[in-house]
T-cell receptor, first 106, second 115 residues
Framework: KNEVEQSPQNLTAQEGEFITINCSYS?????LHWLQQHPGGGIVSLFM???GKKKHGRLIATINIQEKHSSLHITASHPRDSAVYIC????????FGTGTSLTVIP | DVKVTQSSRYLVKRTGEKVFLECVQD?????MFWYRQDPGLGLRLIYF???????EKGDIPEGYSVSREKKERFSLILESASTNQTSMYLC??????????????FGDGTRLSIL
């Protein structure tokens, strides 16, 4: 049983496309995190949110606490956005989704 | 900016060896974590530490131990390495307020191969 489910697992998009990655969770949380992992391994925190919506450049993250669902949107996607995007939640511990591998083709 | 440094990016060891993975953070964080990451399984928690000399088992502690003698350093030890411990190992740290959803800061990872 996975406390955090992400979809899709893999995603290929053309440069410029609008991208959405979804995350559903089943535990009570204090915050939800979107992480980015580039080839080579290092993980960077993109967003931490507990309600509503946050925006940073071309990235937008939303969360619906009642529905236990979050989305990460990328507008005007670019090849440098190619990475694995991981949804994680802070509960009594951290729970991680298995990641969405995004490839943006020029 | 928080810096979490893992001692090696790539490491190759032999079955049966004792392996040490080191992690150092420079932000005086109380909490530190060791994960392994495998394709299709995501990040799985091996051990974590809430403070110096404190350690707690995560989801997959078998075959591993840890040491936290100083606040800034958290070591992962493979007592007798086996091929099924070939994986990407990630260290993370965060401020020590458990209930408030503080973000974790990750190192660059160590890709460990056991032959």
């Amino acid at each position: 049983k996975n406390e955090v489910e992400q979809s899709p697992q893999n995603l290929t998009a053309q440069e410029g496309e609008f991208i959405t990655i979804n995350c559903s969770y089943s535990v009570g949380i204090s915050a939800l995190h979107w992480l980015q992992q580039h080839p080579g391994g290092g993980i960077v925190s993109l967003f931490m949110l507990s309600s509503g919506k946050k925006k940073h450049g071309r990235l937008i993250a939303t969360i619906n606490i009642q529905e236990k669902h979050s989305s990460l949107h990328i507008t005007a996607s670019h090849p440098r956005d190619s990475a694995v995007y991981i949804c994680a939640v802070s509960s009594n511990q951290f729970y991680f989704g298995t990641g969405t591998s995004l490839t943006v083709i020029p | 900016d928080v810096k979490v440094t893992q001692s090696s990016r790539y490491l190759v060891k032999r079955t049966g060896e004792k392996v040490f993975l080191e992690c150092v953070q420079d932000m005086d964080h109380e909490n530190m974590f060791w994960y392994r990451q495998d394709p299709g399984l995501g990040l799985r928690l091996i051990y974590f530490s809430y403070d110096v000399k404190m350690k707690e088992k995560g989801d997959i502690p078998e075959g591993y131990s840890v040491s936290r003698e100083k606040k800034e350093r958290f070591s992962l030890i493979l007592e007798s390495a086996s091929t099924n411990q070939t994986s990407m190992y990630l260290c993370a740290s965060r401020r020590g307020d458990r209930g408030l959803g503080q973000p974790q800061h990750f190192g660059d990872g160590t890709r460990l191969s056991i032959l």
